[in-house]
């Protein structure tokens, strides 16, 4: 009974990044990723998440000294912890190659800065809120003391919120709402983490935007205006 429980915890997280990742692809257009630049940010933040488990490898002490266990005294756990894995090889892969892809998308959307800021948020907001609603009986961040995942769904929620209040198709409004709907659902019936943080990435998207595109008119207007000078 317990193994059928963790395979369906397992399905239901993998199915909202898929919510996540299609909300993403709807954001920035999939017919426009062959034209886009390489998002170096991405890129960057990944290899730092390879180079954690890489590190693992090669000392066996790295988890300990590193990882979010309450029980150890360190200011730095809470982002050092988001850069080792404890789920094993396919565990670690699935991490990887879900922050590789909304890490892209999110830079082609956000830009590079506000990407590594929201991925930033994630790492520390989530406990931060948690502790506010009085939440400190059990923990919601899904990292067990070490992971990428909770910043990285937080991180892919935001752009379901963009999507949300970016387009005018029905479909897609509605793809973008799933995503809190699931992971508030899978929170209350599952107690699985991702889902609130899911929740906690979308209402920071949401507040984003804004200032999202003030940035964006910022940095082309002296473009448009080297334009007309020309």
């Known amino acids: 009974m317990i193994r059928v429980g963790a395979i369906v915890f397992n399905l239901t997280t993998a199915a909202l990044m898929v919510l996540m990742f299609k909300s993403g692809l709807a954001l920035i ?3 426009t990723l062959r034209r886009r630049p390489v998002p170096w940010a991405a890129v ?5 998440v390879v180079g954690g488990v890489v590190l ?6 790295a988890m300990d000294a590193l990882d979010s266990d309450p029980r150890k005294s360190g200011w730095w756990r809470v982002v050092t912890s988001v850069f080792m894995q404890n789920g094993g090889f396919f565990g670690a892969a699935w991490n990887i190659v879900t922050l590789a892809a909304m890490a ?5 959307f956000w830009r590079g800065p506000l990407m590594v800021g929201l991925f930033a948020a ?3 907001l989530p406990e931060r809120i ?5 939440e400190t009986s059990h923990s919601t961040d899904p990292r067990n003391f070490a992971g990428s995942s909770g910043a990285t769904y937080f991180l892919a929620a935001t752009l379901a919120a963009a999507l949300l ?8 409004r509605l793809l973008a709402l799933s995503v809190p709907a699931a992971g508030l659902a899978m929170w209350l019936a599952q107690d699985n983490g991702h889902g609130l943080v899911t929740v906690y990435g979308f209402l920071l998207g949401a507040a984003a935007l804004p200032l999202a595109e003030r940035l964006r008119r910022r940095t082309e207007r002296p473009a448009c205006t080297a334009q007309a000078e020309a």
Do not use: K, N
Not at 44 to 48: H, I, R, S, W
Not at 165 to 172: E, P, V, Y
């Open 44 to 48: 960057a933040l990944t290899a730092v």
């Open 29 to 31: 257009g999939e017919d």
């Open 104 to 108: 892209a998308l999110a830079q082609w």
């Open 56 to 61: 693992q490898l090669c000392w066996s002490g």
């Open 122 to 124: 994630g790492i520390l």
């Open 165 to 172: 209040l970016t387009t005018s198709d029905t479909r897609q």
């Open 130 to 134: 948690d502790a506010l609603f009085g």
